[in-house]
């Protein structure tokens, strides 16, 4: 694998065991659909998938829904006089497949010699449009290299990958246009996939459409000469038959994407590699979030493949939203949005668990309605409970947070107002009817599950807590600000000055839970190199009765809330636990980068930057496949804006209290401060904003 500047190469790209990582890795997408980068005239080792980020589907036994693979817009079958090109069964020349990600543009360059000896120079590309929601568009380009001989294309739209337990082929006839009609089996929506091709080619062809169960595809068939070009070039669109012109269209995304990398680029001197892998993390936050929002969110693996049912978790607003909400604050809001329009189902939530106010999904769709599983079945066929959905709370403060600090960076009053109050005060009125006052005069949270999954049903959860009383706390200055006095507020103003937090004043060290200091401790050197997580080798039980950390839970919140602690008091908590921690979660290395970066341990944070930005180019959790782990992408940009540039930001401002590593010379970028562009330049002398 190659990565360069503004592209990363996968060569001689046909290996089994890689394919679906590879087809995640470089996957395409705009917010609103996504597509993974499959071989285009399919083998049986590759998993194409195509997804709406808002069609969700559920059928009767379902305990929950998940977003559905749509018909393949991207395949293509090459006959030369009637044998199928196929790199499994003829020898390939070369076959290369890269994202360039200046353009959004994969490209894949192939070059094959069948059994009769003909060479077949093949170039496709492939994009799904930045500045066209509904838009995709294919490429391709033909070239015999040493003979002539009739060729016959079949480009379009196939079914047979699509889920057809939840998908009805309506079989549509189209006549000049390929054409896939289907609906939804349990909830009569419907789905339209276009594809119109030209063949700019003067020589005689044939041209027809074919349309069957299995898809909707246009045929070309012709002599092809010896050294002679011949291109295809397809449009396709979802709903809609496509007007404009290809050339048009492309231009337009490619225009966009220029656009895109302006604002978002982070340009670091010092270390080609290290500012590939930030290229490669802002290439897929800005494909997850152009057309995403209002409707959708962005799932846990972008919209790149199946893992966790294209659901849609704290992720998006503690790694996602940082990225938005400075360097594109429209896309923020639209995200912001879509969990204002499932308010409802968060208040249903609520109800449904005997609670107040809204409680927001951990797992989240369409609707706000909890999709967490509640059970799953292990490798070895135990199942287990899931207890995340009902226990895993910190997700309706997590996004009151948010909402304050999109509301503090851009000063939107119509956006707090209209939308963000009413979410702070309905998550605030359900933490307020989970919260207990107990006996010692202080509030307690009990049985919950904090960010580290492995210690479930525990009491004060110290990251919790903390959110919870941050919840109370913008809740109250919400209240403030739209000149409301009543009897909430003042019970309000009471818990968030006697909310249990878990400090110890005399060490400075939170303990992460009521009881965490009794459980074993595990000296997480023993088990190194280790391939697997913590809990795979010490078993689920066992695990949680010792004190290894999933995930970055403490020093999660003192990330949250940076400006509020001393860097002796975050590095007390770094020291302790970091070395507790087994980062069983692709969310870990990213904090545990900005906080050692944030006081001033280089060498640590820069092995987490690196541990963090390879987790898919190097498929570090192995599973890769299942989507681009896009939480990781957020945490690449996060590490260097708010970790090694050391960027904190409040209501009256932002600042920065830089770290670079050894190798890096200076870092460039820009952010959006209260609908202003500002310019950042950053070296070892000076930290310049314009
Ligand atoms: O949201 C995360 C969670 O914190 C750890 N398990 C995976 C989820 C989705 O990325």
Known sequence: MGISDLSITIEKSFSHLREREIESILSLGNGYIGTRNSLEEF???CNPASFIGNMYVQGPDDEFNFLVKIPDWTRIKIYVDDELLNLRTQEVIENSRSVNFAEGIAVREWKNKDKHGRITNIKILKYISLANKNGMGKLLVIKPENYTGNIRVTTGIDCGVAEFGYLLNMNSESRNFALVHMKTKYSDRELKIFQKSTFEAKDVHIYYIENSYNGSYENFEWRAELGKCYAIESLCSLNGHPMDSFDKNFDQHKAKWAERWQESRILIKGNVYDQRLVNFA????????????NSCSIPARNLSGESYMGHVFWDTEMYLLPFFILTKPEIARALLMYRYNTLNGARQNAINEGYKGASYAWESTDTGLEAAPSVAILPNGEVIPILSGKHEIHISPDIAYTVWKYWEATGDEDFLVNYGAEMI???????????????????????????????????????????VRNNFDVAIKTKEKLNIKDEETERWKEITD????????????YEQFKGYYNLEYIDLNEYEPRTVPMDVILGREKTSKTQVVKQADVLMFMFLFGGRFSKEDVAINYDFYEKRCGHGSSLSPSIHCIIAARTGKIQDAYRYFLKNAQIDIGNEFGN?????????????????????????????????????????ESIEFSIVWKGERKDIYIDRESIIAT
Do not use: Q
């Open 43 to 45: 083998y049986p080792d």
């Open 282 to 293: 802002t290439y897929h936050l800005v494909n997850s979030g152009e057309f995403s929002g």
């Open 425 to 467: 005060f309905e998550t605030a009125r359900y933490c307020e009817s989970y919260i207990t006052k107990e006996d010692d005069g202080l509030y307690h949270i009990n049985k919950v599950i904090g960010p580290d999954e492995y210690h479930e049903l525990v009491d004060d959860n110290a990251y919790t807590n903390y959110l």
């Open 498 to 509: 006697k909310i249990y937090s878990g400090l110890n004043p005399k060490t400075g060290l």
């Open 624 to 664: 890769a496949a299942g989507g681009v782990h896009i939480a990781s992408a957020g945490g690449a940009w996060m590490s260097v804006v708010m970790g090694f540039a050391g960027l904190y930001y409040a209501e009256d401002g932002f600042w920065f209290d830089p770290h670079l590593p050894e190798e890096w």
